[in-house]
């Protein structure tokens, strides 16, 4: 069994509203145990303060070598980084431009399961599913620095991969290309500016395809895009995302406001006996704190009137103490 725990990388560069999106999506949609975003140098800005809030931070030193090979790329730091996060903890690996929106656990059976590209040639790695110690991912990591290429792009991430599949079909399975990949880099039109009258269910993650997909992606720094974009599949996919997490801001906010209220109101309580027990022979203060049952009901149906209460109570407590 796959852990449902994520990973992010983000190495360098700045942290911008699709990437804080393939993260909230991530979160509301698959509910992980855990999300980690590994990173090497905080790129600050309004987004990455918000993620924080959704994923644990993690520093990581990023290999500057393969083997005896030095890695040119940011890009292929990261991919050799996922290889070895995932065989230590295990989890499942998403790049920052894949936005949820069909969960993903009936994926969570097997021991390592990567995405098939476009045909039977590579293995995308910007998604991938593995146990901790997965013999899979020590193959591709032993073999690694044989087949990269440092001047080159995917001899190492994504075509090995398939041919260790081929060579070793028990240790992986291949995941079909539309779970995240249905629509490719040659089909951009599709994603961002086609008409679609609704998500298709095949889809559990929308890759976007960031290093070629800059011209749309430099319009997209907020919800608006897609209030605006709304019949395109990645307006449709932003707007399920807003809804659903406004949904869970709400379910959240009411079980904290329940939780908060029944803290309060025992306080609250609790603070009006210990009033009436000090202030017992003087009228004056009793009749201060002298706050009748139905109050007491008014104020936990409204937590700020109960703060303010409490703090008033407490206050009193102390002043009569102090005379005392």
Known sequence: MIPNILHFI????????????????????????????????EPGGSHWEKVKLLATLKYQKIPEYIGNKKINYIQHKADILRIMILNATGGIYFDTDVISVHPYHHFLNYTTAIPVQQDSRALCNAVIFSQPNSEFLKLWYERYEHHFNPNGWEEAN?????????????????????????YLWTELDKIFTAYTDRIPQDIIGLHLWHKVSSKYLSEINGYEWAHLNRNTLLGKAILMIEEIAAREKLKTEEIMTRKTGDMVQKGTQKAISETRQYNKNDKKYADAVDVKPGLVVMLTSHPWVLYLATVVIITLIFLRRKAF
């Open 158 to 182: 994504v075509l090995l991969p398939m041919q260790l599949a081929k060579q070793y079909p028990g240790l992986i399975t291949i995941l079909p290309k539309n779970a995240f990949y249905k």
């Open 10 to 41: 983000h190495l360098g560069g700045e942290f911008v509203f699709i990437n804080y999106l393939a993260v909230l999506s991530a979160k509301v949609v698959h509910h992980p145990d855990k999300i980690f975003l590994h990173y090497n140098k």
